[in-house]
Every structure is written in structure tokens, then in C-alpha cells.
């Protein structure tokens, strides 16, 4: 047991807070979090923090009000406790995408979030793939030191174990200009090229993607984004592909959110694999973010 260092998970990121604590060798720690019958949260730190380093890991996904409240109620009940250092890893981190005021009178809603996290006067705050196009300076918006991790890495790394036998005639895309981050990883990390496609976004449900010229005919299209929300981007993404003579498709993505009848409809594409990060717990999570955020904890925090 590595001395001082205590993991502790909400009740998103329980799962996550396990895993981490067996690869740093840290003591992992028990939160209790219920409800008042008014819906107000409660929560109770069962662990002795006094003087130690906390790593706090929650998700802000499975209704990320209610989890945001108990993320933030337990975070600054660690400081008042007298924990030594406050890390927190929020493996998704809910309103990102609401970084700006795209319609007049609108909140910019990680702005707001942000603000929250900077009165705990927290050490660090870790997090995986967070739209952070538009925000130059994520420490300073947040208060504490801030790294946006990836988790397609750890994606790569299951495509390779479990799928060898595409890798030679593979293609990875990013059904949209800012995926091109994602592929840009997951091409290097599989060794093929890359191809964007173009996305025009008509409504929160519906997208129409074009696939101009990308050289997929007879390739197995790797398909890397973020998150998979509705499914429109991923089942627009496929049909473009197919419509120009892609073989066959298998797509990672690193935050499973897949609300409502997402993941049927994605099962109706007889893809070759649909798989996500545990970031987010969903039926596709089959891949932890656990080494992920394990292999920054160490560096960061001296753990070596
Ligand atoms: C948006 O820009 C993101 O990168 C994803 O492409 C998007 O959130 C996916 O949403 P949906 O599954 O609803 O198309």
C-alpha cells in the first residue's frame, strides 16, 4: 500500500476508483451517497483523509446534475476533512460542449461549471477527452492544474488485441472535422492513414456527413469520435463509407453516453465491433480508462 495515498469513487466512478487504486498500489476508500427524501444528495466520506493525498474519481454522465452536486459536495468535504492534496478525476466531464454563447440570452455552461470547481481550491483535476476546442487555458478556468487526457490510446490498444486481422487493410476516420484529433491518435497508434469527414449538424438529432473523396474502397473504416450521444454522427458516418465501397466498419469511441434507443439503432449496422471507454458506463464500456489516468497519476504525482 503506497503511504498517504488514498482513491476514493462517487457513484459514477466507483468502477474507475477500484481499478486505479490496485494499479498505483493506493488504499481505496469507501464514499457513502444516498438520497433525502426531499431529493436533496448525502453524502459521507467513510475514510480517514486527514493529512493524505486523495485522488476523488466521479463521472458527470448517468444524470449529471445529481452527479455534479455529489461531485462537488464530496470534493469540498475532502478539503474540509483536512486532506493533505484534492485530485480529482472526472473521467467525463458533463456541459463541455456547451462552451460558448451560440444563441443570444444562452449560459455558457462550462463557464459556470468551471467556477464551481475553482472555489474547492482543488490540487489537480484530471479529465479524458473534453471538448476544450475554444477554452485556450483550462487550469486557469478551472483553479487547479488541469490535463485533459485521451482514451483513444486505450482504444488503439483494444482494436490491435482484439482485431489484428483488419490492420492491413485499414483505414481510420473521424466522421468530423474535430474527430480529426481523435484519428490523428488512433492512426499513428495502428499505423494507417486517416480520413476526415464532413459533418453539418441540422438539429440536436440529425447530421448529414459527406464523405468527399475518402479513399475507403475496400477497407475496414476505423471510426474514432469522442462520444456517441444519439448515434446520428456514427450510423451518417457509416452509410457515407459504405456508399463508397468500404468493406466493413468498426467504431471506438472513447465516451459511450448513447441515450435513448442509440444503442439498438447502432446494433442495426452489423458493424465488426462497437466499442467505448468506461468512462461512461454503457453496454459497449468495454475498455478501462483506468491506465490511462493511472499512468499520469504516477508521473504527476511522483508515484514512481
Ligand atoms: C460532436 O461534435 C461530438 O464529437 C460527437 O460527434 C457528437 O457528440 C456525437 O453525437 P451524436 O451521437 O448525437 O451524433
Request: proline fraction near 4%; hydrophobic fraction near 45%.
Amino acid at each position: 500500500m503506497r503511504g498517504g495515498l488514498l482513491v476514493l469513487g462517487g457513484s459514477q466512478g466507483e468502477h474507475v476508483a477500484a481499478q486505479l487504486a490496485a494499479l498505483l498500489g493506493a488504499e481505496l476508500g469507501e464514499v457513502e451517497v444516498s438520497r433525502f427524501p426531499d431529493g436533496e444528495t448525502y453524502v459521507r466520506v467513510l475514510a480517514e483523509v486527514e493529512g493524505k493525498r486523495v485522488v476523488y474519481v466521479n463521472s458527470l454522465q448517468r444524470g449529471p446534475n445529481e452527479a455534479l452536486v455529489e461531485t462537488l459536495l464530496t470534493l469540498d468535504a475532502l478539503k474540509d476533512l483536512g486532506a493533505r492534496e484534492v485530485h480529482a478525476v472526472v473521467p467525463y466531464m458533463a456541459y463541455a460542449r456547451q462552451d460558448e454563447r451560440f444563441k443570444p440570452g444562452e449560459a455558457v455552461s462550462v463557464a459556470t461549471v468551471a467556477k464551481l470547481f475553482r472555489a474547492l481550491g482543488l490540487s489537480s483535476i484530471y479529465t479524458v477527452d473534453m471538448h476544450l476546442h475554444r477554452i485556450r487555458d483550462p487550469s486557469a478556468l478551472f483553479g487547479a492544474s488541469f490535463r485533459n487526457l485521451t482514451g483513444v490510446r486505450e482504444l488503439a490498444k483494444h482494436v490491435k488485441r482484439h482485431h489484428p486481422e483488419v490492420l492491413g487493410k485499414a483505414v481510420v476516420v473521424g466522421p468530423d472535422e474535430e474527430a480529426e484529433q481523435w484519428a490523428r491518435v488512433m492512426a499513428e497508434e495502428l499505423g494507417t492513414e486517416y480520413a476526415v469527414l464532413e459533418k453539418k449538424r441540422l438539429s440536436a438529432t440529425e447530421v448529414r456527413i459527406e464523405a468527399h473523396g475518402a479513399n475507403v474502397k475496400g477497407k475496414v473504416a476505423v471510426i474514432v469520435d469522442d462520444i456517441i450521444s444519439t448515434g446520428g454522427t456514427i450510423i451518417e458516418a457509416v452509410r457515407a463509407l459504405r456508399q463508397l465501397g468500404c468493406e466493413a466498419a468498426l467504431v471506438a469511441c472513447v465516451h459511450p453516453v448513447l441515450v435513448g434507443n442509440a444503442y439498438a439503432k447502432l446494433l442495426k449496422l452489423q458493424l465488426l465491433d462497437l466499442v467505448g471507454t468506461d468512462t461512461v458506463l454503457s453496454p459497449i464500456s468495454r475498455v478501462p480508462i483506468a491506465p490511462a489516468i493511472a499512468e499520469a497519476l504516477r508521473g504527476d504525482l511522483g508515484l514512481d
